[in-house]
């Protein structure tokens, strides 16, 4: 779910205006998975244009005292939500912890980086929705580490099928500054894509698995 319709093309804007996300249709990326893909997305490149990470880290702050209510920490999703879910954490006055991918093999053997305790509120931040397979793992380690999350806020999300079934399957929340639909009507608007490119890059997202560019 996006926050609102306004945020979601006011974000994809300034996404694309810093490429942070990139679209080409005609000249296709190769993800890690093996999936052709004609749109690339790096977020973490919002943290090198400061009103830009300023306007993502108030939007998502802003919601989250919203429409969480009590809030005790904030958890980024390790390593691309590290940055700027600091940076909301700064924002509202909260701690700040980390999740990574799985626990250290060495030390402590943390897989949870920070300061939380049992039944304390949390808010997971992340940067990118794909899937949703990581972004539900962190969650998963916060759980069962008695953690209570209250919801996941996210930059931007591919709006894949399967990532709205994972998300409903493990009862998580989740809001994203925009998606896939509001970037290409943005893209649209201002010129930054064709009737045909836009075409390719739904039909794309309908079933990116076994897309090939035509």
């Known amino acids: 779910m996006i926050f609102d319709k306004e945020t979601a093309k006011q974000t994809a804007e300034v996404l694309l205006q810093i490429n942070a996300i990139k679209l080409q249709p005609n ?5 890690a998975s093996g999936w052709k893909s004609p749109i690339y997305c790096d977020n973490r490149i919002v943290l090198s244009f ?3 990470r300023n306007y993502i880290r108030e939007t998502m702050a802003k919601h989250i005292a919203s429409h969480y209510g009590k809030v005790d920490v904030i958890a980024g999703v390790a390593t691309g939500a590290i940055g700027i879910g600091m940076l909301v954490a700064e ?16 030390g402590r053997q943390n897989q949870i980086e920070g300061f939380v305790q049992s039944g304390q509120n949390v808010v997971v931040v992340e940067d990118l929705i794909s899937t949703g397979k990581s972004s539900l793992n962190a969650v998963k380690a916060l759980k069962e580490a008695n ?9 931007f999300s591919y709006g894949f099928d399967i990532a709205a079934k994972n998300f409903e399957a493990a009862n998580v929340e989740l809001h994203t500054l925009s998606n896939y639909e509001n970037l290409l009507e943005q893209a649209m608007d201002t010129n930054y894509i064709n009737a045909k490119e836009q075409e390719v890059l739904a039909r794309w997202n309908a079933n990116p698995s076994e897309w090939n560019a035509i």
Do not use: C, D, Q
């Open 50 to 52: 400061p009103p830009i």
């Open 27 to 31: 000249a296709p990326f190769t993800w």
């Open 91 to 106: 924002y509202l006055g909260l701690p700040f912890i980390y999740v990574r991918p799985e626990a250290k093999s060495h």
């Open 147 to 155: 953690i209570n999350v209250k919801g996941m806020v996210a930059i």
